[in-house]
């Protein structure tokens, strides 16, 4: 299993503690076996309460500091941080990394994965200085030698970069420094990935989609670009032309190339051969063949003829209300906002100011309007500008360039009002 595929890729370095044999061998228990089921189906909150039974059962077995703790905690600790509960989380793994030092010799691997768990739940608790701690601390560990594991020092260079996107809002040093630092990050999780999967295997080419988030948040469209052809090309080699799997990049393809709103012509071939690949009849399946449905739309919206895109939103909400498994309620729920699809206000502003005293002048522009069933912009109105009234014919002129992704009731695209926009000029 490539352990970057799904939801709670902490979850698989938890479990795989459970079954470490470096460590005293955790006994096996039905109030065990049932906090590992409970985690493999997902059920954190019930994992939560049975894990901190079993922890107390094997401290009064072994006491506080017995080493067949340390692989409850950590699964303990994943089953929290599942759960939104990061400090807590975060204390479990804090509680298992103490039993590993009371109990030599050290456990590289396992102290490598309990320290990425407490990173993690650091990352998410917002506490970003004691999680960079926690992360370089795996870093050093997992790269030695002795753990031996690419897989895991991938993951870890991945926490570092989720937490280096997380606290940008705190950061100090420039823009340039900032995307400087994350792409140091990001090229050493690829080599790591590289190393653990081989370049040219099908789980390399999935996992290289846990880097893009990073592109996309820095504005480096053209390097996730890169990264999704690259992934299509290994794909299409490995699985063949259309196996679902295809999915993830051609529809990365074609969503980059929306919220650029450049190359039209790649952005509809991706969302269609993307809506054409052979797909199961899981969930998760019929979950991508819709979307893949509302990307033509999107493309369509943007690139081509406006009225032409409702087709497409009504064919991926009839994806998801006939499946078996979804309904009318959960496709309800997908379309229930509206999405922006791509923002020309800001090159529109520069281009209707210059020139002008606007242009000398910092503005912060609030304004609000109806998103209509076609994804257009209607019923403007300035809210609240920092300028007075200054900016009102500009700002009108360049909110009707917007473009979004309609909410869809039972079927139809419907009008939206009362949606807000602001934007900051300096």
Excluded: C
């Amino acid at each position: 299993m490539n352990p970057f595929i799904g939801p709670a890729r902490v979850l698989i370095l938890a479990l795989g503690l459970a079954i470490t044999a470096s460590l005293a061998e955790t006994p096996a228990t039905p109030l065990s076996q049932q906090v590992r089921a409970a985690l493999l189906a997902g059920e954190f909150q019930s994992a939560r309460e049975l894990g901190n039974r079993y922890v107390q059962e094997l401290e009064q077995q072994f006491g506080v500091q017995a080493p067949q703790l340390v692989a409850p905690l950590a699964n303990l600790a994943t089953a929290t941080l599942e759960v939104r509960e990061y400090r807590e989380a975060a204390g479990y793994a804090e509680r298992a990394l103490r039993v590993l030092d009371a109990n030599p010799p050290d456990q590289p691997r396992t102290r490598a994965q309990l320290l990425l768990i407490q990173g993690r739940a650091l990352v998410n608790a917002e506490d970003y200085s004691a999680a960079g701690v926690a992360l370089r601390k795996a870093e050093s560990v997992a790269g030695n030698r002795s753990a031996d594991d690419p897989v895991l020092l991938a993951q870890v260079y991945e926490a570092q970069l989720e937490g280096h996107m997380h606290g940008s809002a705190k950061r100090t040093e420039s823009i340039d420094s900032f995307v400087a630092d994350g792409n140091r990050i990001a090229a050493r999780q690829l080599n790591a990935l590289e190393q653990a999967f081989g370049e040219k295997s099908a789980d390399f080419a999935e996992s290289l989609l846990t880097v893009m988030p990073w592109y996309r948040m820095s504005g480096q469209g053209s390097r996730e670009i890169q990264l999704h052809n690259r992934a299509l090309r290994i794909l299409e080699a490995t699985v063949g032309p259309r196996d679902e799997r295809l999915s993830v990049p051609l529809r990365g393809l074609a969503a980059v190339r929306v919220r650029t709103g450049d190359d039209g012509a790649e952005a509809r071939q991706a969302a269609g051969r993307a809506r054409e690949l052979d797909y199961s009849d899981a969930p998760a399946s019929a979950v991508a063949k819709a979307d893949a449905a509302a990307l033509l739309g999107d493309v369509t919206l943007v690139f081509g003829e406006v009225t032409e895109a409702t087709a497409y939103f009504r064919e991926s909400w009839q994806i998801l209300a006939s499946h078996p498994k979804l309904g009318p309620a959960v496709a309800n729920r997908v379309f229930d906002s509206v999405v922006m699809l791509y923002n020309r206000p800001r090159s529109a502003f520069k281009t209707l100011s210059t020139g002008s005293r606007l242009a000398r002048n910092e503005a912060v522009v609030q304004t609000e309007f109806t998103v209509t069933a076609l994804g257009t912009v209607a019923d403007y109105k300035l809210i609240d500008a920092t300028t007075g009234s200054d900016w009102d014919e500009v700002v009108q002129q360049a909110s009707k360039q917007l473009r979004y992704r309609p909410r869809v009731v039972d079927g139809e695209p419907v009008d939206t009002p009362g949606i807000r926009y602001q934007i900051t000029f300096e």
